[in-house]
């Protein structure tokens, strides 16, 4: 491979993944061209100008490294991560869990990656690519249209569809505080988490109502695929949960076990955990309520949970489409294509699930365009790592049945020998091999 430091890379997609990208191949001294096709085009779920745009919760769950995706985060601080230095700058209280302001960490984001010298940023949308060109597409779960076309055609991916939903956020001026509690399960980290209790006889009527509410029809660009409609199970709506059974959503959701009253210490049949939503407590997000009801239906049913009496919504849960490659048929572990060397794909177009994991695997994605632009090999983590297990997931995994897959430390080799102490020292164990790899990697 000939050396060529100052080749240009093509970076498509200006979400977690494609900033993250073009942040690591620009930190590696590569000029790069990055199209983000907003505010041109928008997708149905985005809604503003910024890079790196949250859409369904501002939350990116545990912050704890024995937790999978703590571990995942922590390695990706290691390696000088771009959506890390973010989130970690726009955190808001959120107990044992990263969670942002969305509008800070999407401007800290944008800011950093139009003025960085060596990124120029072309606001259009891209229909087409040279599959022999330095490149790293980044489009997302809601890739357009005629990109989804171009890829299926030319890159001859199978391409796959889920949806997953976006929860409500409500006006916290309008949410009763004198039912809400303030708590975090178990006492863990500060509670920050506000509560809504509903004892049985609230919480069945509240159920049937639910499982009978009306759904919103699929938009046109869904419809072809709702007979092949597919719920992934991390992202599942609230009513497809319940309809599995009255009792279902009291161990998801609605779990109120390690949740009673501070004020009472009375113990309740269901919760309902709202998140603040902004560094201002001026919205709460419905934790777990993704959802494909009508508008009208979201108010009428989450009205009826305790608390939400008389909620303002300020925005209503949506429910997308998700597009995603058969990866392990056509990826390598450091997210280039197997047959056209000099193309990458990082995000959820990949088969990563999650905020976190769409950055993960644009880090990676950005590291090796950057390598293979200066003549070097690929960087290849070591499935004993987070990031490295989930680059093994999508070059190798379910290649018979192929689904999105969220960090977990089923994905991750096995240590070789017993811990004892249990599950959490397993995880230590996972942990402390980790880091030590990333602590010593040279990028």
Not at 99 to 126: C, G, K, N, W
């Amino acid at each position: 491979m000939p050396t060529t430091p100052d080749r240009t890379v093509k970076v498509i997609g200006a979400g977690l993944a494609g900033c993250e990208a073009a942040y690591q191949i620009a930190r590696a001294g590569i000029p790069v061209e990055l199209y983000e096709m907003k505010p041109i085009t928008r997708s149905p779920a985005h809604h503003t100008d910024s890079f790196a745009e949250l859409v369904c919760s501002n939350s990116l769950r545990s912050n704890d490294p024995t937790n999978a995706v703590g571990l995942l985060k922590e390695e990706m601080r290691r390696l000088g991560s771009l959506i890390m230095e973010a989130a970690d700058r726009t955190a808001v209280p959120a107990g044992s869990a990263l969670a942002v302001d969305r509008t800070l960490f999407s401007e800290y984001i944008t800011a950093h990656i139009e003025q960085d010298p060596l990124i120029t940023v072309h606001r259009t949308e891209v229909t087409e690519f040279d599959s022999d060109a330095l490149t790293v597409i980044a489009t997302g779960p809601l890739t357009a249209d005629a990109l989804s076309d171009y890829i299926a055609g030319h890159i001859a991916g199978k391409r796959l569809h889920f949806f997953d939903a976006a929860t409500p956020i409500v006006d916290a001026s309008t949410i009763d505080f004198d039912k809400a509690f303030y708590a975090s399960r178990y006492g863990k980290g500060e509670a920050c988490y506000l509560n809504c209790p509903m004892t049985e006889e609230q919480y069945t009527p509240f159920y049937h109502a639910l499982i009978n509410a009306e759904q919103a029809p699929l938009k046109d660009f869904d419809r072809e695929q709702q007979k092949d409609l597919t719920v992934f199970e991390g992202c599942m709506p609230v009513e497809v949960m319940a309809k599995r059974g009255i009792d279902t959503l009291l161990y998801g959701p609605l779990k109120p076990v390690g949740l009673p009253d501070p004020r009472t210490g009375k113990e309740y049949h269901a919760v309902v955990q709202l998140r603040q939503e902004n560094a201002d407590k001026t919205m709460y997000n419905l934790v777990g309520f993704q959802t494909h009801l009508t508008f009208a239906e979201q108010k009428r049913v989450f009205r009826m949970i305790p608390g939400l009496e008389q909620a303002e919504f300020l925005r209503y849960g949506v429910m997308h489409r998700n597009t995603f490659l058969d990866s392990p048929r056509l990826l390598r572990e450091d997210y280039s294509v197997r047959e056209h060397p000099d193309l990458f794909f990082a995000g959820q177009i990949t088969g990563v699930e999650g905020y976190v994991e769409s950055a993960a695997s644009g880090l990676v994605a950005g590291i090796n365009a950057a390598r293979r632009a200066k003549g070097r090999e690929s960087l290849h983590l070591p499935v004993s790592t987070m990031i490295g297990a989930m680059a093994a997931y999508v070059a190798n995994g379910g290649v018979s049945d192929f689904q999105p897959m969220n960090a977990n430390f089923g994905l991750i080799e096995p240590l070789g020998y017993k811990v004892k102490g249990g599950k959490r020292k397993r995880y230590q164990a996972y942990m402390t091999r980790a880091l030590a790899w990333i602590d010593q990697t040279e990028r």
